[in-house]
Nanobody, 125 residues
Framework: QVQLVESGGGSVQEGEYQRLSCAASGVTSSGYCMAWFRQTPGKEREMVANIWSNGGDPRYVDSVKGRFFISRDNTKNTLHLQIYNLKPEDTAMYYC??????????????????WGQGTQVTVAS
C-alpha cells in the first residue's frame, strides 16, 4: 500500500529558499514515477517536476526550470523538491504524487495513482 505524506511548506519571503519533502512508504526504487504538482484556488493542478523512483531523469515545466530541483532519496524513501528564489507566483498547495508501472513518466493528474494531502507554500513579496 502506497502512502504519501508531504511536509516542509510554510510562509516565506520572496527570494528565499524552501525544501519540500514527501515520505513515500510503499514506493519501491524501481517501477514508479513520482512528481510534484501545485494548485491555486480556481486553477487546475499542474505538474512542476517529475522523476523516476530510482532518482533518474528529472524533468521540469519550463516555468520553474533553474529554480526547482526534484530528487529522490532511496535510502529514506523520500522525495524532495528544492525551491530557490521563491516568487509570489509560487504560492500554491504542493502535492506529491506517484504513478506505478508506467513506460513514460506521466505529466497529467489522471495518470497518477497515489496522492499526498498537500502542503501549502505561501510567498510574501
Amino acid at each position: 500500500q502506497v502512502q504519501l505524506v508531504e511536509s516542509g511548506g510554510g510562509s516565506v519571503q520572496e527570494g528565499e529558499y524552501q525544501r519540500l519533502s514527501c515520505a513515500a512508504s510503499g514506493v519501491t526504487s524501481s517501477g514508479y514515477c513520482m512528481a510534484w504538482f501545485r494548485q491555486t484556488p480556481g486553477k487546475e493542478r499542474e505538474m512542476v517536476a517529475n522523476i523516476w523512483s530510482n532518482g533518474g531523469d528529472p524533468r521540469y515545466v519550463d516555468s520553474v526550470k533553474g529554480r526547482f530541483f526534484i530528487s529522490r532519496d532511496n535510502t529514506k524513501n523520500t522525495l524532495h523538491l528544492q525551491i530557490y528564489n521563491l516568487k509570489p507566483e509560487d504560492t500554491a498547495m504542493y502535492y506529491c504524487a506517484a504513478a506505478s508501472f508506467r513506460r513514460v513518466c506521466p505529466t497529467t493528474t489522471n495518470e497518477y495513482n497515489y496522492w499526498g494531502q498537500g502542503t501549502q507554500v505561501t510567498v510574501a513579496s
